[in-house]
């Protein structure tokens, strides 16, 4: 008999082996394109020191209080044991302490305090990318509270929102606000214009109180919010429709009894996914509150926010990308299978270096989108800069917030059964990565938003983006290794340019069916543009080169190639709705 010590199995003893577990290093120091793209930017040491330091603590430090945020999720208590209503949301320590982190480290400030001019928003992006994945979803009221600052901004900082812009923008952490985004009612989140019923009712001394139901308010703990109502006249009367809604912004406050001001926490959302955070539905019931935008421009003046927050998604997007590939690779140098590590199975790298091609792209196109926001902020943006902004940013969160759940969900797979358990950590980086897709307007109502833009715009957009995807290519004319693709974004563009002709002049009624190859080819092409860019700088690797070259191998234009194949012919919208709706008994 064998000596109880050479026994695999036993009670005492269950197995000799233990899978290493995938280790987060620093994202910063991990991470060869951020580091490039910084470096060619922005190369201030400061900058570099701080990233790579932050990098350091959320490996170190913060990503263990985001797995906190995730195990105890915010809980609601309506009432007090003696029936008195009390609507606190608790949130975790691991929550608490990331409000005060987030102001410190300046996650929002940075882009206001502008210390890097054209680059503060760079700066600011890059950082929140290193902090995203850890953040326990954290970075949805920065998001939002770096939307309201911009809003406040733009509309002047004044009374009364000059103290909650200072807070919203502060690095300290007593003083710091975060803000709520209340659009979305019960008849439409998508159609906000014909689904707002929240009433403003006007006050003697120029404020007003807040009657309605908001369907979805994430990170419901927040100081204030920005939100939408239609005022009521003299007679009790609202306009309807988008003409109808004023932008209004409300303190969210206790009274001395301890009781929330006009407002009742119904409950919170039970979520597929961010769970970290709360998600409530409110009751309104005269919420004292004041109009910040002129009567009926409440769409308008709220679009800075989504511009802010749109761009807030994109970014996480790539952040969630950028961690499942990191952790991935890491493990497959850890994980053995067939005799051998999986790093040294082709076929598995080949799956790696898939994801790591999106996850690149993903990153350039947020950045580009940062770019062009800081230079609007500095002052320095061109009427071209303007446009580019403008069509991008519904571009890019439609597309990052996609290929988020695609490359996450190829990435749980590369862990195995791994993936999948819970308690790992892995399975909320696919949860969270599904919203992505869904909050900050959907992927067909983005898609819609690019046709508007560019229909609004008479064409400007799309000179923009012409112009500028073309200047980026001719930086490359003389790097021979990039000519293939260059050739292949040149040949996409000139495809893309016949639908970009219907899409200024609307005559063509195929436009509503193509607007989401559309956008998705005017992602593809421009990825494409900025990886070759990226690969033609001096300081570029053959990496970077190798990226540009797989990224272009792909259908770049998407819209043109269904368009030939008929897909958007008068009679699809007929066949979709039969194939969708086939109700043929055999
Ligand atoms: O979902 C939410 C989540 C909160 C959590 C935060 C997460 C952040 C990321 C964190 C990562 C971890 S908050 C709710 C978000 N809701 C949406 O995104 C709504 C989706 N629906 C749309 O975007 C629609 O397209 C609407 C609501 C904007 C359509 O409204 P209208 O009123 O029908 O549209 P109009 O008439 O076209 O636009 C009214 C005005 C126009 O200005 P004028 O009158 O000057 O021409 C438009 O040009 O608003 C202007 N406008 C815009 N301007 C509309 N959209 C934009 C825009 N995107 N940019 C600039
Ligand atoms: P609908 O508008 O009903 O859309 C349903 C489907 O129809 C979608 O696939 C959509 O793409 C499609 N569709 C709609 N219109 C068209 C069209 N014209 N053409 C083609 N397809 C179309 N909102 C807030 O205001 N504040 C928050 O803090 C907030 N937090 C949220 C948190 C979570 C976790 C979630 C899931 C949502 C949150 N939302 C919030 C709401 C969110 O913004 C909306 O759910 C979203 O904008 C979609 O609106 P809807 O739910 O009304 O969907």
């Given at each position: 008999e064998?000596?109880?010590?050479?026994?695999?199995?036993?009670?005492?003893?269950?197995?000799?082996f233990?899978?290493?577990?995938?280790?987060?290093?620093?994202?910063?120091?991990?991470?060869?394109l951020?580091?490039?793209?910084?470096?060619?930017?922005?190369?201030?040491?400061?900058?570099?020191?701080?990233?790579?330091?932050?990098?350091?603590r959320?490996?170190?430090?913060?990503?263990?209080?985001?797995?906190?945020?995730?195990?105890?999720?915010?809980?609601?208590?309506?009432?007090?044991?003696?029936?008195?209503?009390?609507d606190?949301?608790?949130?975790?320590?691991?929550?608490?302490?990331?409000?005060?982190?987030?102001?410190?480290?300046?996650?929002?400030?940075?882009?206001?305090?502008?210390?890097y001019?054209e680059?503060?928003?760079?700066?600011q992006?890059?950082?929140?990318?290193?902090?995203s994945?850890?953040?326990?979803?954290?970075?949805?009221?920065?998001?939002?509270?770096?939307?309201?600052?911009?809003?406040?901004e733009?509309?002047?900082?004044s009374?009364?929102?000059?103290?909650?812009?200072?807070?919203?923008?502060?690095?300290?952490?007593?003083?710091?606000?975060?803000?709520?985004?209340?659009?979305?009612?019960?008849?439409?989140?998508?159609?906000?214009?014909?689904?707002?019923?929240?009433?403003?009712?006007?006050?003697?001394?120029?404020?007003?109180?807040?009657?309605?139901?908001?369907?979805?308010?994430?990170?419901?703990?927040?100081?204030?919010?920005?939100?939408?109502?239609?005022?009521?006249?003299?007679?009790?009367?609202?306009?309807?429709?988008?003409?109808?809604?004023?932008?209004?912004?409300?303190?969210?406050?206790?009274?001395?009894?301890?009781?929330?001001?006009?407002?009742?926490?119904q409950?919170?959302k039970?979520?597929?996914?961010?769970?970290?955070?709360?998600?409530?539905?409110?009751?309104?019931?005269?919420?004292?509150?004041?109009?910040?935008?002129?009567?009926?421009?409440?769409?308008?003046?709220?679009?800075?926010m989504?511009?802010?927050?749109?761009?807030?998604?994109?970014?996480?997007?790539?952040?969630?990308?950028?961690?499942?590939?990191?952790?991935?690779?890491?493990?497959?140098?850890?994980?053995?299978?067939?005799?051998?590590?999986?790093?040294?199975?082709?076929?598995?790298?080949?799956?790696l270096?898939?994801?790591?091609?999106?996850?690149?792209a993903?990153?350039?196109?947020?950045?580009?989108?940062?770019?062009?926001?800081?230079?609007?902020?500095?002052?320095?943006?061109t009427?071209?800069?303007?446009?580019?902004?403008?069509?991008?940013?519904?571009?890019?969160?439609?597309?990052?917030?996609?290929?988020?759940?695609?490359v996450v969900?190829?990435?749980?797979?590369?862990?195995?059964?791994?993936?999948?358990?819970?308690?790992?950590?892995?399975?909320?980086?696919?949860?969270?990565?599904?919203?992505?897709?869904?909050?900050?307007g959907?992927?067909?109502?983005?898609?819609?938003?690019?046709?508007?833009?560019v229909?609004?715009?008479?064409?400007?957009?799309?000179?923009?983006?012409?112009?500028?995807?073309?200047?980026?290519?001719?930086?490359?004319?003389?790097?021979?290794?990039?000519?293939?693709?260059?050739?292949?974004?040149?040949?996409?563009?000139?495809?893309?340019?016949?639908?970009?002709?219907d899409?200024?002049?609307?005559?063509?009624?195929?436009?509503?069916?193509?607007?989401?190859?559309?956008?998705?080819?005017?992602?593809?092409?421009?990825?494409?543009?900025?990886?070759?860019?990226?690969?033609?700088?001096?300081?570029?690797?053959?990496?970077?080169?190798?990226?540009?070259?797989?990224?272009c191998?792909?259908?770049?234009?998407?819209?043109?190639?269904?368009?030939?194949?008929?897909?958007?012919?008068?009679?699809?919208?007929?066949?979709?709705a039969?194939?969708?709706?086939?109700?043929?008994?055999?």
């Amino acid at each position: 008999e064998p000596a109880f010590d050479s026994v695999p199995f036993s009670s005492a003893k269950i197995g000799c082996f233990f899978q290493e577990r995938p280790v987060l290093k620093n994202s910063f120091l991990e991470d060869a394109l951020l580091r490039g793209y910084v470096s060619r930017h922005l190369p201030q040491e400061a900058v570099i020191s701080d990233l790579c330091a932050f990098g350091g603590r959320v490996a170190d430090e913060i990503d263990v209080w985001g797995r906190d945020c995730e195990v105890s999720p915010p809980q609601l208590v309506q009432y007090d044991p003696w029936g008195r209503r009390v609507d606190h949301i608790h949130t975790s320590a691991a929550w608490k302490r990331m409000k005060d982190l987030s102001a410190q480290e300046g996650l929002v400030s940075i882009g206001y305090e502008r210390h890097y001019g054209e680059w503060s928003r760079v700066y600011q992006m890059s950082k929140l990318f290193l902090f995203s994945p850890s953040s326990g979803l954290y970075t949805c009221p920065l998001a939002m509270t770096d939307g309201a600052a911009k809003v406040i901004e733009s509309l002047g900082i004044s009374w009364p929102v000059e103290k909650a812009f200072n807070r919203l923008t502060t690095r300290k952490a007593e003083d710091f606000w975060t803000s709520g985004q209340w659009m979305t009612e019960r008849q439409g989140g998508s159609d906000v214009a014909n689904g707002t019923e929240t009433v403003a009712v006007p006050q003697m001394d120029g404020s007003y109180k807040l009657y309605g139901y908001k369907w979805f308010t994430s990170a419901t703990d927040a100081d204030m919010t920005l939100t939408l109502a239609r005022v009521q006249d003299a007679s009790g009367s609202t306009t309807s429709g988008s003409r109808g809604l004023s932008l209004f912004y409300a303190e969210v406050c206790r009274d001395e009894s301890g009781q929330l001001k006009g407002i009742e926490v119904q409950k919170l959302k039970d979520k597929l996914g961010t769970r970290q955070m709360p998600t409530a539905e409110l009751l309104l019931d005269g919420l004292p509150a004041y109009r910040i935008s002129v009567e009926g421009r409440g769409v308008a003046s709220i679009a800075n926010m989504l511009t802010i927050t749109r761009i807030h998604n994109s970014l996480s997007a790539a952040g969630a990308m950028r961690r499942v590939v990191q952790l991935a690779r890491d493990y497959a140098t850890r994980r053995r299978a067939f005799g051998k590590l999986l790093k040294d199975h082709p076929l598995h790298v080949q799956t790696l270096a898939r994801m790591e091609v999106e996850t690149r792209a993903a990153f350039l196109l947020v950045m580009e989108v940062c770019r062009l926001l800081g230079k609007e902020e500095t002052g320095i943006a061109t009427e071209l800069d303007t446009h580019l902004l403008r069509l991008l940013t519904p571009v890019v969160k439609l597309y990052t917030g996609k290929q988020a759940v695609a490359v996450v969900s190829e990435g749980l797979e590369s862990f195995g059964g791994q993936g999948y358990i819970e308690d790992t950590g892995l399975p909320g980086l696919l949860r969270d990565a599904q919203v992505l897709s869904i909050w900050e307007g959907t992927t067909n109502v983005l898609s819609l938003d690019v046709l508007r833009c560019v229909a609004r715009s008479a064409g400007m957009v799309f000179h923009a983006y012409f112009s500028h995807t073309k200047s980026l290519l001719a930086g490359a004319s003389g790097v021979c290794t990039l000519s293939p693709a260059v050739q292949a974004v040149h040949g996409a563009l000139s495809k893309l340019e016949l639908v970009a002709q219907d899409a200024i002049t609307k005559e063509s009624s195929y436009l509503d069916l193509a607007a989401r190859d559309l956008a998705y080819s005017l992602a593809r092409i421009y990825a494409g543009a900025l990886l070759i860019d990226h690969a033609s700088w001096k300081g570029a690797s053959p990496a970077d080169t190798y990226t540009a070259l797989r990224w272009c191998e792909q259908d770049l234009c998407p819209v043109a190639t269904n368009k030939e194949k008929g897909w958007y012919n008068p009679g699809t919208p007929l066949h979709d709705a039969a194939l969708v709706y086939d109700q043929q008994t055999h």
